[in-house]
């Protein structure tokens, strides 16, 4: 296939299997992506003598990682849809300049970024939640990880370009080869050289480090659509439009570390060590279901950016709807096998009486409302595919910091304890669903008018 046909395909081929042929290989790039955290947990978690302290103190560093991670979401979710609409518009030179300024932007962030966090990593971390018998752990994981920022910029950032294109495969190549490498490296690191949390984090460099070279390679390759030129790698004023629009997928991503702060501190208070190093089990196997949700999203968007670039408005609906379905389904499906068997996904990270258990009292109750997060998911998505970043913002500010963070913060006082911490998620995620379906038929009705249906 040809790159115009390649990108034109968006626009022609059946809604079915156009979400079919590329939200599944971001499905895989998720899943993948996920196994740096997870691997890295169940890794860790076994180290003799020390597993489950070194465990708790990576989970400690987790809002870190998601910051870091967010930033190139700043760039790239913003200028990898903003790229997609000039596709479908015909303006191919456009969508290159806003690779070219992404590119400029990140290279910026990836310079200060790391050099803010190394010099105040430990008063960070200590704040996080992490104790006196952590806090070792987390310094070394977070010293040799913030090493490899520009990597993870480059990667994460860029790799949305390809995806604008509709090159899911490609887009999912990248992050197969840094999550195979990392899967690989991590026994060898971490047990082999005796290197413990610090082999978990070298690995995660050295695989992160792959991930960008293959995106670069690919950009500047003539098989992309979407080509990284040298003229065009600087600051420009398009860079206002990409941020504005990025800001609700980079809330969306930094808030999570506002929350894990907020759990981890609230839990170390009420409860201690057991009950942080608890979350970090749950928060690891509620990034399963943001595989689903995330890597279903970021499939399909691309075809809602280019259909509604281009005025195909049934097209847009149609799309919508499916994938709402859809993730709906793997979400209600996911959530009832956690709440079913909570002990045994506890015991695949921990032999702790004290942690597991407290993961088969508490899992239940805090991904009970995670069937619906799909519906805010995919509202988001639509509203970046469109270019709507205002109502994409408001919704997730409203569940994150609205909802969930004063909820963790004030259900605790009320005499839940650490129970508070746990309920507050599926109270914010029921409220904020509900929210985003309202908002978006709202938004739909003005975005999305009849007379530009069309039959295919």
């Known amino acids: 296939m040809t790159q115009s046909t390649q990108h034109d395909a968006l626009g022609t081929r059946s809604i079915g299997r156009l979400a079919v042929s590329l939200a599944l290989p971001a499905v895989v790039a998720q899943a993948c992506n996920a196994l740096y955290t997870i691997v890295d947990r169940l890794f860790i978690a ?47 030179d456009l969508a290159e300049r806003y690779l070219g300024t992404s590119v400029a932007a990140i290279v910026a962030i990836a310079i200060v970024l790391p050099t803010l966090l190394q010099i105040l990593k430990t008063p960070i971390l200590t704040l996080f939640g992490a104790s006196p018998a952590t806090l070792p752990y987390a310094v070394d994981f977070l010293t040799v990880y913030l090493s490899g920022t520009a990597f993870v910029q480059l990667s994460l950032g860029l790799n949305t370009f390809i995806t604008a294109q509709g090159r899911a495969r490609v887009a999912m190549g990248s992050v197969m080869i840094g999550a195979l490498s990392s899967l690989s490296l991590d026994p060898l690191l971490i047990f082999a050289l005796g290197m413990g949390v ?11 480090g792959l991930s960008a070279a293959w995106v670069l390679r690919f950009l500047a390759s003539p098989a992309s659509t979407i080509r990284l030129r040298a003229r065009n790698v600087r600051f420009s004023r398009l860079l206002g439009p990409m941020l504005f629009l990025g800001v609700s997928p980079f809330i969306m991503q930094i808030t999570e570390s506002v929350i894990q702060v907020v759990f981890n501190s609230s839990l170390q208070r009420y ?14 196997l509620m990034q399963l279901i943001f595989v689903f949700s995330q890597g279903i999203s970021q499939g399909v968007q691309p075809i809602i950016g280019y259909n509604y670039g281009a005025g195909l408005y049934d097209r847009v609906r149609r799309a919508y709807r499916g994938t709402m379905a859809v993730q709906v389904a ?69 569940r994150k910091l609205i909802l969930l963070v004063p909820l963790a913060l004030v259900l605790p006082g009320l005499g839940l304890g650490t129970f508070g911490v746990f309920v507050a998620e599926p109270i914010s995620d029921v409220t904020s669903a509900l929210t985003a379906g309202l908002l978006f038929s709202r938004y739909a009705r003005r975005l999305l008018p009849a007379d530009g249906a069309d039959d295919r």
């Open 46 to 92: 076994h180290i003799p003598g020390i597993g489950d302290l070194a465990m708790t103190g990576v989970g400690v560093c987790f809002p870190v990682t998601v910051a870091v991670s967010s930033f190139a979401m700043l760039v790239g979710m913003g200028g990898g849809p903003l790229s997609s609409i000039a596709l479908g518009r015909g303006d191919r």
């Open 198 to 208: 610090r082999g978990a984090a070298l690995a995660n460099v050295i695989a992160q």
């Open 271 to 284: 409860g201690g060590d057991a009950y942080v190093g608890a979350m970090t089990i749950m928060t690891s």
């Open 330 to 398: 793997i979400n209600c499906a996911m959530t009832t096998l956690f709440a079913i068997f909570p002990a045994f996904f506890a015991s695949l990270f921990t032999s702790d009486p004290a942690i597991a258990g407290v993961v088969t009292r508490t899992l239940p109750y805090f991904v009970c409302g995670m069937g619906l997060f799909g519906i805010q998911n995919v509202v988001q998505c639509a509203f970046v595919g469109m270019g709507q970043a205002r109502p994409s913002l408001f919704l997730a500010v409203f």
